[in-house]
């Protein structure tokens, strides 16, 4: 875990850092998931949704989750067979970032552990041979801290999704081991909240956009006597907004905040939030 920013007493405003330079040419993205990536209950704080806000109006982002779904095609619930994936393969986007194998890990599932790779496969193929034959992204699933078994998803299915992505030469992104300490933001032990969703994001967000990972300018503003804005520049998105009610640098106590769901204008991504909604201090971090 990286920590870059330093932090304001609200109502105040700060600037810190520098960071240049534009998101990238506009494309399609299809996130492919089950229901972390669908984020069941939480609207547009989903993390396709705030992935979508990050990235910007060039960007289009469509949420293909499906909750209970797997790879296996033997599985009880094999998202081959999901409207999701049709309406994906459908849409032809330009990204496909899948993000599955949490069901996987279920034992009437892996007990076919052995077609994991094989079916992945298929899976991956019937998107590279879509038309725009698009840039295909897996993610490793976040850890599992209840409800399913966590040695499963992190010694067997972490490291077969690895495995293939090297072996077919396609990029993952690593969720399992950024998010190993962010167990308070995955409430029920498999799902993130809303919070989690917003480190689900950045990540995403910073692999896909791959621009200089520089510590940005925030800037914390009045808007109102109620209201502030915070600010930082685009070409970083891979940071989230932590709280804090006092000061304390090296503490593991600063909370990623739920609530503020930052948006791409094209040169800064921004929010205005309540005052009243936060706890007295803020800071950038890149999880």
């Not at 330009?94 to 552990?113: A, F, H, M, Q």
């Not at 409430?187 to 917003?198: E, L, N, Q, R, V």
């Not at 621009?211 to 109102?224: F, G, V, W």
Request: glycine share 6%.
């Amino acid at each position: 875990m990286r920590l870059y920013l330093v932090f304001v007493h609200l109502p105040l405003f700060l600037l810190v850092f520098t960071s240049n330079g534009p998101l990238q040419a506009e494309v399609k993205v299809a996130c492919v998931g089950d229901s972390i990536t669908e984020g069941l209950n939480l609207g547009d704080r989903s993390y396709p949704s705030r992935l979508g806000s990050l990235l910007g109006d060039s960007y289009t982002v469509h949420n293909y989750g499906a909750a209970g779904y797997a790879v296996l095609s033997k599985s009880d619930m094999p998202y081959r067979t999901t409207a999701e994936y049709k309406a994906s393969l459908s849409w032809n986007p330009d990204i496909v970032l899948i993000l599955l194998g949490t069901n996987d890990s279920k034992p009437e599932n892996w007990k076919y552990k052995e077609e994991f790779i094989s079916d992945l496969r298929v899976l991956v193929l019937s998107y590279q041979a879509l038309s725009k034959r698009p840039r295909i992204i897996l993610g490793t699933p976040p850890p599992v801290y209840g409800g399913f078994d966590q040695s499963i998803v992190s010694n067997q299915i972490v490291p077969r999704i690895r495995f293939f992505a090297k072996e077919s030469q396609l990029e993952y992104i690593e969720f399992h081991d950024r998010l190993l300490d962010a167990e308070k933001y995955f409430p029920d032990g498999i799902h993130p909240d809303a919070a989690g969703t917003a480190l689900m994001a950045a990540i995403a967000c910073d692999f896909i956009v791959r621009l200089d990972s520089t510590p940005p300018l925030l800037m914390i503003s009045a808007k109102s006597s109620s209201l502030i804005e915070i600010q930082w520049q685009s070409r970083s998105p891979g940071y989230v907004v932590q709280e804090r009610s006092f000061i304390d640098q090296h503490s593991s106590d600063w909370i990623v905040s739920k609530g503020i769901i930052p948006k791409n204008d094209g040169s800064n991504l921004s929010a205005i939030i309540q005052h009243s909604n936060l706890s007295g201090f803020l800071r950038l971090w890149r999880p």
